[in-house]
């Protein structure tokens, strides 16, 4: 067998045997995902999260806790809220984005309440859910939202100011202060189905941007209680209790 030819077999020892040295490396609070192996686009799961099963909950924070679901994906519940699908998380920016399992975010957003969780909109602007006949909203510039409403009503999405603009046969279903993620992109006319969107939410503390500015250095908590972080190096060591400067 040429030297070229046992290269598959070597790479195939290889990745057989690396999960299995990593598993007896313990090192919990290493970043984590759902997702095994490597795939563009995984939750990268780190301090101040921690996710449940493969990471102790003193990897993170209260209420940064997330849960991987039997179809690999990672997933936020906030105190007053079902569970939000986790799409990315923003380190640097201390952002994270949310989708409805459901696909239905009009409707978690109707009932939508960040209170006893350390998230926050980014922005929130006064919005009007009205319902209006079917047949009066069913062509532009109007966009029903596809996933509540039946075979007469549909429901809109607007902003407060542009209610005047809806045909009178319209009603206020309900007025409320949305959570948006850029306010720019709600400028211009009717909303449009919101479940062409994700949830956008900030956390302001603990503040990690400073160690998640500078390459190979992570953040990590000083202590459990008050919201104390410190940068630690991630090089060579893996875990967030190491190397501290
Ligand atoms: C905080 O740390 C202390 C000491 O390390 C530990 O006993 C306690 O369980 C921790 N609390 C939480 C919420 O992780
Ligand atoms: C459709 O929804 C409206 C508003 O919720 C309700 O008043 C109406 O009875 C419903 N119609 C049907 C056919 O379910
Ligand atoms: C986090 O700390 C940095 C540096 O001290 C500061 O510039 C930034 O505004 C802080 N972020 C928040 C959300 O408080």
Known sequence: MTFSKQIPLLLSIFFFFFPLLKASDPKPCYTASCIHGSFNGKIQVRFPFWLFPKQPESCGHTGFNLLCTNHHETTLKLPNSETFLVR?????????????PKNC??????????????????HLLNYAFLTC????????????????????????????????????????FKKLLLPVSEPIAYMAGFAGDLNDQDLW???????????????????GSINNITLQ???FSSVNSGTNHLNSI
Not at 159 to 166: A, E, K, Q
Request: hydrophobic share 30%; glycine share 4%; charged share 20%.
């Open 88 to 100: 990315d998380i923003d380190y640097l920016q201390q952002r994270i984005r949310l989708s409805d």
């Open 105 to 122: 975010l009009a409707r978690r957003l109707l009932s939508f309440d960040a209170s006893e969780s350390p998230f926050s909109p980014l």
């Open 133 to 172: 006949p079917k047949d009066d909203v069913n062509s532009p510039p109007y966009k029903p939202i596809h996933c509540l409403g039946n075979s007469t009503t549909s429901f809109i999405a607007t902003r407060l100011d542009l209610v005047g603009s809806m045909p009178p046969s319209c009603q206020i």
């Open 201 to 219: 939410l900030k956390w302001d503390s603990p503040n990690c941007s400073v160690c998640e500015g500078r390459a190979n250095w992570r953040c």
């Open 229 to 231: 972080v410190q940068c």
